[in-house]
């Protein structure tokens, strides 16, 4: 770990300040579940850690008939144990259900879960986002099992957000907020596929922190998070799959499915989303929107088994939306 | 001349503490965080060091600039093991060492240490034969009876395909050690299973006598077979303490350097033939494995096929050792046996599908290839009834219409385990108190507590009476705990020390009481006449007449005399059953039930057996479902030298664990034989015979991920 300066503000306003116009210059520290592991492998050398865990205006979880405002750093274990999120977003509770080590629950905070780094392994190795040696991306011939098959490149790896699917179905935002002024981004446009190495998987500036999270009202709007992952010890999914219906009566008015762990990004079934548009969940439309779910995948050598697994995340997540599963 | 004791076990009706189950006598220190690992040791003064390894799977160093390490302010030692000219062989060989006053400074120094190398080209896998060109070695071909003919005549053929990669230990505590060398001496603390020997490794590689090394380490955190040398990083620790003026060194791995480059368990790949008369008689054995250990290739004895069943008459085995540019294997847990085991009772569950037989069947069929049919048959039919395998068996394939199913499997294994070479010394003070030295270590096995019940059998005296000191070299030398031959060493040795003590003891008690040594026996406390229990005197009465001298008393076990003396023997057998739930929608496994029964002579504690036996039936489920070193053929590295993707099971996934000690008279007659290894065997085995009957199909590559199995499913479905 390099020598960096530590700085732990009371306010908000006081950290903003503490933070840099370029990356390396300043990086903000919650959980540290990610974090101090990234530093510890030299992945990330800040000359500067802005603690915001003793800023109160991040935290906190407020429900009101305007939706959910979850502070950024809340915790994971404080999410899935409020009362208003297990009834309205129970997608949400899944989600975190699934970062199954209870330890990462207790310091992992939300915040921390859309900003955290790619698991990629030639990543923490140290050949950066986009994984290239000699100009050419190490993935394609690699061992890439646990890498994406949708996006179809610069950047493999996938996304490792536990929310951020959950949250982009349930059409939320995020609050970035600088020493300038804030701005409120869809968390679907927060996840960003970078085009090169100097680029990053999201589009937090430098110079900003992620505040809170504004999750729409849900109340009717029948969702779930369905991962697929080997262990129920600590590991990561292998596919997940969050689902946000909004119905009209028995039939699906507007449904939103959006896959995880298969693209740098939250990824977004266009295609099963319209094929379930206007259906009633049987269970022929299900397997149909399963199947379209996995529509214009492109797996790589080693992960073709992702395209079945996306197929199954999508259909449990269906069916436990509506209370088959 | 005094006489000499009966040595032998009493007999199983009359132990009072052996075959009892007790708890570990460091469980409470351990599991409070009370217990102090060498890792956790920090002498005043002590220096942290750091390794620079190589980034490079093949490379020759063509020059190594220092320079930049050694001016910064906190480092005090600075050594480089590759020097110009030396090709490294693997990606994290160790290159240069550093030892600095925090251990921030270690790492930013290791960081300033500039090495230019010469890049060559490398191969880092073996899976793929074809793509291995002149890194593979044929190792000649092994034939008995005639395989061709069988092959020809056999009702029933059966041909496949397997394989095992290398796996790590992954020891939680990883390998390293404070040292201090001040002059002439030097004070050791090690992650070790060998207090004993280690001391000559180092003092050799310093040139300092033996007679002044002196090693500690009372727990440690997990070996699994690759912990007995001082290795590079133990010695380069010490010449960095000398060369700061004695400074203790603390040099321990970091995780990746841990699971690249401080040992693995080789891999194996196999095509094999299989033979069977239509009655379930295996006739022939046809096989063709190659596996690697790293740079050496890798070597497995082709007698030990087919496992177990190496009495089949017409065999042809061929195998070729790969080298590749990975760290090197070391021993793991029962060396080749699981990967062999695995080989083979795959093989042989695939040629009882072909036969539409139950594999349970086929195999007890066929026990007369084994040296232990009895064993065997006994340990089955004792299987099968707690796995309720006949009711829940079913034909491969044939496990319902829903997408979970359910299937059985079954393994067995075999293993030497004759106690090693060790000596005891037991000590009655004059105050009663017993305490008994030996320089031998606990692994987390429960050594420690079995010494303790020995020693307390013999003198008729609770385990809290027994002082027991072990894990320093300064006591009686004591082996290696390697080839489970620590229980056999140490239970007979601390036996023997005893009862030469107790014998002492008598000779002082019986003129008291007027009577001969030889008439005396030390019972519930007390030291009494044999036959009439009233005439005798308390242990604390009886240790007073020995004024004020101590009786110190040594005994041995030497591995020679051993099966004449009959307190430890060799060659134990054990059976794995498996029942798994397999989800053919996402390819994941579950386990819901393993059963062991396991035979290791005489159970001196059935607890801490079965703690060894649950262990590892753990591993099998990692080495079955999880673990896999997984490398980079692009960049010549290991992927996942982690605890993130380097998968082991946790609590959730390793289901029910059944374990039966298989404790009968004539097991016990063939005295203590060592456990470690032979329950490790099996259940990798079991658990894919379990996922094969599941799904109808064998997924032929272990671990069984989600697109392995659904690979095998596809192919099923095509």
Known sequence: ?325 | MANLPDYHWPPMGKRRVMGKPMNRLDGIAKSSGAAKYNSDVKPEGMLFGALLTSPHAHAKVKAIDTSAAQKLNGVEAVRVVANPGTEVQWAGAEIAFVAARTEEIANDAIRLIKVDYEVLPHLVSEEDLSKTGNRARAVGEQVTGDPEKAFKEADAVSEGHYGIPVLTHCCLEPHGQTIAVKGDHIEYFPSTQNVYGIATDIGRALNIPVSNVHVHMDYMGGGFGSKFPADVWGVEAAKMSQSSGGKPVKMFLDRATELSIAGNRPSIFANVKTAAKRDGTITAWESQTWSTGGIGGGNVNGQLFPYVFNKVPNRRVNHTAVSVNAGGARAWRAPIHPQVCFVTCSALEDLAAKLNMDPLEMFVKNLNYTARADLYKFQFDKAAELMEWKKNWHPRGDSGSGPVKRGLGLALGTWGGAGHFSTCKTTIHPDASVEVELATQDLGTGSRTMVAMIAAETFGLPVSAIKVKIGDNSYPNSGGSGGSTTSGGITSSTRKSSMNALQKLFEVVAQSLNVTADELEAVDGRIRVKGNPDRGMSFQQAAQKLGVNSISEMGENNPRQAPQEGLNTGGTGGVQMADVSVDTETGIVKMNRIVAVQDCGLVVNPKTAESQVFGACIMSVCGALYEERIMDQQTGRVLNPDMEFYKLAGIGDIGEIIVHMDIREENDRRGVIGLGEPCAIGGLAAIANAVANAIGVRVPRVPLTPARVLAALERRTA
């Open chain 1, 1 to 325: 770990m390099q020598p960096f300066e530590y700085a732990h503000p009371s306010s908000l306003h006081e950290a903003l300040a503490l933070l840099g116009t370029q990356w390396g210059e300043a990086d903000v520290l919650a959980g540290g579940t990610d974090q101090i592991s990234l530093m510890k492998e030299f992945l990330h050398t800040p000359k500067r850690v802005v603690n915001i865990k003793g800023i109160k205006e991040l935290g906190g979880i407020r429900h009101s008939g305007q939706g959910l405002r979850i502070g950024a750093t809340v915790t994971f274990d404080e999410l899935a144990s409020n009362q208003a999120v297990h009834s309205e977003y129970p997608s949400l509770v899944s989600a975190v259900m699934g970062v199954s080590s209870p330890q990462i629950r207790n310091m992992g905070t939300v915040g921390g879960d859309l900003c955290q780094r790619p698991r990629c392994w030639y990543f923490r190795r140290g050949f950066g986002l986009l994984a290239m040696q000699n100009g050419k991306s190490l993935v394609p011939n690699g061992d890439n099992r646990y890498h994406a098959i949708f996006g179809g490149g610069p950047a493999y790896f996938v996304s490792p957000s536990s929310l951020g699917p959950a949250l982009v179905a349930l059409g939320a935002k995020v609050k970035l907020v600088s020493s300038s002024g804030s701005r409120t981004v869809d968390v679907a446009k927060f996840f960003v596929a970078p085009q090169n190495e100097s680029s990053r998987e999201t589009a937090l500036l430098p110079n900003e922190i992620l505040t809170e999270i504004e999750v729409p009202p849900a109340r009717g709007v029948k969702n779930a998070t369905y991962e697929v992952r080997q262990k129920e010890a600590l590991d990561w999914p292998l596919v997940a799959a969050a689902v946000a219906l909004q119905m009209q009566g028995q039939t699906v008015g507007k449904a939103r499915i959006v896959l995880g762990h298969v693209a740098p990004t939250p990824w977004i079934a266009a295609q099963a989303e319209q094929a379930l548009a206007g259906k009633s969940l049987t269970g022929d439309t299900i397997e149909q929107v399963a199947q379209a779910a996995a529509a214009g995948a492109q797996p790589l050598s080693e992960n073709g088994y992702k395209v079945q697994l996306t197929r199954v995340a999508v259909k449990r997540a269906l069916l436990a939306a509506s209370g088959k599963a």
